[in-house]
């Protein structure tokens, strides 16, 4: 089920929204759901407003105003999970692997990742280009 695909940001967001009421109602859910509800279970502080019905679907995140946008967030957290299970770019299973074991922490591994993913992505669009694994695959390997 190709719940991410084309769509629009509030149906991308319903998604997270629907998926945690799925899980809290113990709603019978397909794997990418169940997968979007593991992250949102690892990120309580993002629970209360998952429980409106509303104003996350609208509310622009804005760092200048010190906000967090828990969606882009949790977005990471599945990108760096196919990344990783998929090894792509070639490696970064290898990178995660030593980072997890280093820290401790699945989600702590995973929060480095996501880190040196945002920064690769907003070089990119800054560039007006697509991302460039290598110099990703290059940041990643110095979190070592």
Request: negative net charge.
């Given at each position: 089920?190709?719940?991410?695909?084309?769509?629009?940001?509030?149906?991308?967001?319903?998604?997270?929204?629907?998926?945690?009421?799925?899980?809290?109602?113990?709603?019978?859910?397909?794997?990418?759901?169940?997968?979007?509800?593991?992250?949102?279970?690892?990120?309580?502080?993002?629970?209360?407003?998952?429980?409106?019905?509303?104003?996350?679907?609208?509310?622009?995140?804005?760092?200048?105003?010190?906000?967090?946008?828990?969606?882009?967030?949790?977005?990471?957290?599945?990108?760096v999970r196919d990344?990783?299970?998929?090894?792509?770019?070639?490696?970064?299973?290898?990178?995660?692997?030593?980072?997890?074991?280093?820290?401790?922490?699945?989600h702590d591994a995973?929060?480095?990742?996501?880190?040196?993913?945002?920064?690769?992505?907003?070089?990119?669009?800054?560039?007006?280009?697509?991302?460039?694994?290598?110099?990703?695959?290059?940041?990643?390997?110095?979190?070592?």
């Amino acid at each position: 089920m190709p719940i991410f695909d084309n769509q629009s940001r509030d149906a991308l967001r319903r998604v997270y929204l629907d998926t945690w009421r799925k899980r809290q109602q113990g709603a019978v859910m397909e794997p990418l759901e169940a997968q979007v509800a593991d992250v949102i279970e690892l990120h309580p502080e993002y629970h209360a407003a998952l429980a409106q019905a509303v104003q996350p679907l609208d509310h622009d995140y804005s760092p200048e105003n010190g906000e967090s946008n828990p969606f882009l967030h949790m977005g990471l957290h599945l990108a760096v999970r196919d990344q990783v299970a998929t090894d792509r770019p070639a490696g970064i299973r290898e990178v995660f692997m030593a980072l997890e074991r280093r820290l401790g922490s699945t989600h702590d591994a995973e929060h480095r990742l996501i880190d040196c993913l945002a920064e690769a992505l907003w070089t990119a669009q800054r560039n007006g280009a697509p991302p460039d694994e290598q110099a990703y695959l290059e940041s990643l390997r110095g979190l070592r």
